[in-house]
């Protein structure tokens, strides 16, 4: 199994900028795709970000060119570098992976963009 830990989440200003850190507690090596989600208020989590062990990326259209997602595997650590933070992206963020058949998630870290 595997445990997840965001971190950096906060209050930014519009156009600002933040990045979480998501931490986990055994090797990622061996796992092929680990990502960032995000779920605000009324509305359904929704992929933001995931990078493969391969090294393919996939972003959400609403954040592309924005974020940036980082899988550092000798860290252990999966990073979500966001730029240009807009009011539409508060939210809770949420890291995830997909280990044999289960699917782990972190407690959220929550970002809040004011305008």
């Known amino acids: 199994q595997v445990q997840l830990v965001e971190s950096g989440g906060g209050l930014v200003q519009d156009g600002g900028s933040l990045r979480l850190s998501c931490a986990a507690s055994?090797?990622?090596?061996?796992?092929?795709?680990m990502g960032w989600y995000r779920q605000a208020p009324g509305k359904q989590r929704e992929l933001v970000a995931q990078?493969?062990?391969?090294?393919?990326?996939n972003y959400a259209d609403s954040v592309k060119g924005r974020f940036t997602i980082f899988r550092d595997n000798a860290k252990n650590t999966v990073y979500l570098q966001m730029n240009s933070l807009k009011p539409e992206d508060t939210a809770v963020y949420y890291c995830n992976c997909v280990l044999d058949t289960w699917t782990y998630w972190g407690q959220g870290t929550q970002v809040t963009v004011s305008s």
């Open positions: 990078r493969t062990i391969g090294g393919k990326a």
């Open positions: 055994r090797s990622i090596f061996s796992i092929q795709t």
